[in-house]
């Protein structure tokens, strides 16, 4: 113990000190015997690393090898942070521990390994932001071939599925390779991919582990909360169709299911899931933005009688749910309003604005 | 210029026992500790850090220098020191020093010395 504490004493001395008296100086140590003779070369040697430091500034000069002076030496050799060259044992141990590292890391690029691997190999997935190529037009092209860039243009859709994707956990888990397809492949991977999301570890994801974020300022009843969070995981399709029993978590059962569940939403049956059979529908949304707005009571409908009066702005809304009220019980179900959305997408949806 | 052996006087305590030490034969650090231990009958100790601290002073002074092994078969990493002419020139002026004040001390007690009635 003494003697590793000397070792480190002597460590901390100036380099040029170190590299001219280090191993006399442990050699004497080494050569002294019994614990009160190392306590007071221990001591002695704390003194000197204090002189060293502090009155022997002149000295903090790099270290050179016996007889390196002269101009002539100077010429023929290098300049050396670190004089010392390691022993051959030491090359040797590095050598044998690079190997074994470089073959470590061949073996998780080759064997999987998670997120190590993902690490190792730089991104898993394309970026937003890099431009997507068409590769037919390089293959087998001169040299001078112009590259065609793939127009995102072509899908009206995708630009709004870029953000939708971000915004709902479960399919940017979903999407690996980010294209905004979720292909057979990724399919048959959901279980996996979804487990992924299960911050918490209770074996099921909860709305917030899909992706749902509660307004920052939201400071009304738990109860209200709690309707946003199923309307999260109503309005969303992916989600709907993962969420089967409509409890507003997907549970573990679910997410063993969930290949199967994803299936229900491919409507062309090609075997993968475009943006249009992903993205919400538009009437959905709207329709439980009116319902958050006029179903005051939260009773899940929304009463033309509640409906303010005298109100111009309301006026265009009211004669929209009267028209969205089949049954004429003058109460408008979240069903009936969507329907009635549908049925006429240039219909206002809010208090004020005209089609 | 050659700096003068008055310069470095008086000499610390243990600058003197290496000097001192180094004045009969070359030796390697331990030896000097050994040494200087056995001069003054053990009442003063030398550590490697002091040792090694004066030492490096000593030699970028000119006093001590670095000196070739013992003997061929003398193959460990052991590092020799001995006198410079300088340095040997400083001992003998401290040496002569020191007798002085001696001297100068023995005459000056002699005249203190209480006489007998």
Not at chain 1, 199 to 217: I, M, Q, T, V, Y
Not at chain 2, 14 to 24: E, K, V, Y
Request: with cysteine.
């Amino acid at each position: 113990m003494l003697r590793w504490l000397y070792i480190q004493m002597l460590w901390a001395h100036p380099a040029g000190f170190r590299h001219r008296f280090g191993d006399e100086m442990l050699e004497a140590f080494d050569l002294s015997i019994g614990f009160r003779e190392h306590l007071r070369l221990l001591l002695d040697g704390a003194l000197s690393l204090w002189r060293q430091w502090v009155l022997r500034p002149e000295f903090h000069a790099p270290w050179q090898p016996t007889g390196a002076s002269g101009p002539g030496y100077q010429l023929l050799t290098f300049q050396q942070i670190e004089p010392y060259k390691p022993r051959g044992i030491a090359l040797a141990q590095g050598g044998l521990l690079a190997i074994l590292l470089l073959f470590g890391v061949v073996d998780a690029i080759n064997h999987g390994g998670g997120k190590v691997r993902t690490l190792l190999i730089g991104m898993r997935r394309p970026g937003f932001g890099l431009i997507k190529l068409n590769r037919a037009a390089l293959e087998g092209g001169p040299p001078t071939t112009t590259v065609e860039a793939v127009r995102d243009l072509d899908d009206p859709l995708r630009p709004f599925a870029r953000s939708y994707f971000r915004v709902v956990r479960v399919l940017a888990a979903l999407d690996a390779d980010g294209d905004l397809t979720i292909s057979p492949s990724e399919i048959a991977n959901a279980p996996a991919a979804l487990r992924k999301l299960d911050l918490n570890r209770d074996g099921k994801l909860s709305a917030e582990e899909c992706g749902f974020l509660p307004p920052g300022d939201f400071a009304g009843p738990a109860r209200l909360l709690a309707r946003y969070r199923g309307d999260f995981m109503r309005e969303n399709p992916i989600l709907a169709a993962l969420d089967t029993d409509r409890d507003g978590v997907i549970s573990a059962a679910e997410i063993a299911n969930s290949a199967a569940a994803l299936k229900s939403l491919d409507l062309n049956n090609d075997g993968s899931l475009k943006p249009y059979e992903l993205l919400p529908n538009p009437a959905t949304s709207q329709a439980a933005g009116m319902m958050g707005r006029f179903d005051t009571n939260e009773a899940g409908v929304i009463a033309l009688q509640s409906l303010p009066k005298d109100d111009p702005d309301v006026e265009l809304i009211r004669r929209l749910l009267i028209s969205a009220d089949r049954n004429r019980d003058g109460l408008v179900t979240r069903g009936e309003l969507i329907v009635e959305l549908a049925a006429h997408p240039d219909a206002p949806r809010q208090p004020g604005k005209q089609p | 210029m050659k700096p003068a052996t008055d310069d470095f006087l008086p000499l610390a305590p243990a600058t003197l026992h290496i000097l001192l030490s180094l004045a009969g034969e070359k030796m390697y650090g331990y030896a000097i500790m050994q040494e200087v231990a056995r001069q003054s009958e053990g009442r003063f100790k030398l550590g490697p850090g002091t040792l090694y601290d004066n030492l490096q002073r000593l030699m970028k002074a000119g006093l001590v220098e670095e000196a070739a092994a013992r003997s061929e078969d003398d193959t460990s990493r052991r590092r020799y020191y001995r006198l410079s002419g300088l340095g040997r020139g400083v001992l003998t002026a401290e040496i002569d020093r020191l007798r002085g004040v001696v001297d100068h001390a023995r005459a000056h007690l002699k005249s203190l010395r209480p006489r007998r009635a």
